[in-house]
């Protein structure tokens, strides 16, 4: 039988009323949790408590159905009824009626007119022994497993069980221990603690309120804003069970800021939260796992901690709910993914002189087609493509799309805007402020941005081109230029067998390694991992699914051409739905040529016949790396094509300084 020494007057804040301490009974009913009996042995003087289950409280006659457990005095006449406790997550109550029964079953007793109530906890404990949470105490590479005996945010408490091969005493409490919580199969919390030896097997672990950063600090952080009315960090606690709704005060597209009061508290840095809610007024409910980062008390004489918190995964469709909120905010013509009329679009593009009379001549043709895979797109392709319109009174001022073309790679397209407005830079804002935030999210399968402009076009050449220039590191971010027909039928078409010194085959991976030693020798630029021109990447069909699933097309064949065994070129044969890509750059032909000598024009003129016929692509484009490759044979290119990549991951934080220079 569990003793303790008897307990001494409590120290009352005040008195409650008999009508709370009903309340009180009745919550701990429908909670189907115990009422505390403290009895006081008769002879000896020690004390115990015991369980024992309420019943309702009609009037002041109230009756609980005792809990035996292994606590459970075997004489219960050996003892005198010191006190009645109700416990509450902040608040106990706690009374001698002067009237009261015990028999084997139950006690009853007279509610009195008044209880003492005692000191409110400076943070909420509640009590998950009947959770049945799981917990494990590491230190020094030993592991002592154990459950969850109550939880607060001020201390854990924690049962280890006794093993034969565990020893209490190996727990060392003067240094730190790592503290896991289990949930089922889910790791909700693992983080250092103190640990303080209440008894055998019991140890209350004081959790380290130090910030655990989810992302990697970073100079240019997500803008945030604060919403009027705030929304609400709607969850269930990982730990105890319980429901919770917090305001949050600031919020950003990976993270947020939420206010509780320190008797209420219940977060922790570490805290891993699966299923989320971002609630705007009950209509707009934004599901997310996040994770507690930091808590800290407010200096507003208030008692208001503040917790941020990083979201880990969200739905794509709700993530750009959520971009698009925030930019809204900060400025009400930004667009994010938005319905957008195609007339008011197409429109808006010769308006901009976006399309020219020569580009509109190569599409007229093709104008329904075009116009189906625009209504694809941007109506139901949220997760291979996005748009950024800023636009006022219902005028498209500004518009910039972007494209997932490969496994991890976003094409830059369709930009253009009106001379007015700053429009055309602050879609490159959002959009850049988009590929800075979302890259860290799995899901948005955000590694490199890619986009292919003329040297003509003065607004890529300095917002792009000089800052490759600028930082210098082609590791990071890099400029590759390739030649530009826009016909195949243009190069002329000599369809046949090759010579036997030449074949034509299905690439291999170590053709994709020796196109990198060759590329890297030339330029040593990001082309082979943005263009998924790698053996990882080459072949790889999950992109071809997305966009089917999309009820859109995008496939790919790479080709090597070789000579006496000896890899010459490589050709890149993309079929996509026609109107994607405006200049059809995803619908293109792409000769990568290793030797310029060996592949001499009525070769590569061969190649691109047969494998043009054969995928019904006579009248595509056909572009040339390096583009020195029609000069040297005196075959005139009908543009020339600048290909910028950045490696989001390492260049981020640069390129986001760069375009802040301009787009405040």
Partial sequence: MAKETPSKNVTPLGTTRRSQLFNRLNVLHYQNEPILVRLEHKDHGHAV????????????????????????????????????????????????????????????????????????????????????????????????????????????????????????????????????????????????????????????????????????????????????????????????????????????????????????????????????????????????????????????????????????????????????????????????????????????????????????????????????????????????????????????????????????TWMNQHHAALNSHRAGLKVVRAISEYMNDSFQLNPANINYIIGYYQDGNKFPQHYFGEYVRSINNPEHTSLDRFAFLSDASHFGCDPGELTHDWVLERATPADLKEFRGFYDKISGGLLPEALDLTPQGYRDETLAQVYSSNGLSRQRQIYALRNQKSLKALIDIQNSDLGLNLSEITNATTVYVLDTLACHREVIRHVICNLTIRYNKLHHPVMFFPRSYLAHYNIPSDKEYTLWALDVVKAAESYMSWMNKFCR
């Fill in 49 to 408: 408590r015991v369980k024992a289950q309420p019943q309702p409280v009609t009037d002041e006659h109230a009756t609980a159905t005792w809990i035996k457990d292994a606590d459970f005095p075997a004489l219960l006449t050996a003892y005198d009824l010191s006190s009645i406790i109700l416990t509450g997550v902040r608040r106990t109550f706690e009374f001698l009626p002067e009237r009261y029964w015990i028999d084997e079953g139950a006690i009853s007793f007279v509610v009195p007119a008044i209880a003492s109530e005692s000191k409110s906890r400076k943070r909420p404990r509640f009590d998950c022994k009947t959770l049945n949470i799981r917990v494990s105490i590491t230190q020094n590479a030993l592991v002592f497993p154990g459950h969850l005996v109550d939880y607060s945010m001020a201390g854990i408490m924690v049962a280890l069980e006794n093993r034969d091969q565990l020893n209490f005493s190996w727990l060392n409490t003067a240094i730190p221990a790592m503290l896991t919580i289990t949930n089922g199969l889910n790791t909700v919390y693992a983080g250092q603690v103190t640990l303080a030896n209440r008894c055998a097997g019991l140890y209350l672990a004081t959790p380290s309120l130090e910030p655990t950063p989810r992302y990697m600090p970073r100079q240019y952080r997500a803008r945030r804003a604060q919403f009027v009315p705030s929304p609400d960090l709607v969850f269930r606690h990982p730990v105890t069970g319980r429901k919770h709704s917090l305001k949050v005060h600031d919020l950003g597209s990976l993270g947020f800021a939420v206010d509780e009061q320190e008797n209420n508290a219940v977060l922790l840095p570490g805290l891993l939260i699966e299923r989320a809610q971002i609630s705007f007024a009950n209509s707009l409910c934004l599901t997310c796992v996040v994770q507690v980062v930091y808590t800290k008390m407010m200096e507003d004489n208030q008692g208001t901690i503040r917790s941020g918190v990083a979201i880990l995964h969200i739905d794509l469709q709700d993530h750009l709910k959520l971009i698009s909120l925030i930019q809204q905010a900060q400025d009400p013509k930004s667009y994010v993914s938005n319905e957008v009329d195609p007339d008011d679009l197409f429109e808006f593009f010769f308006e901009t002189g976006f399309l020219y009379p020569h580009k509109y001549a190569e599409i007229a043709s093709n104008r329904a087609q075009f116009l189906n895979s625009y209504l694809k797109l941007y109506l139901h392709g949220a997760d291979i493509g996005r748009h950024f319109v800023y636009q006022c009174a219902g005028q498209i001022l500004g518009h910039f799309a972007t494209l997932r073309v490969y496994r991890h």
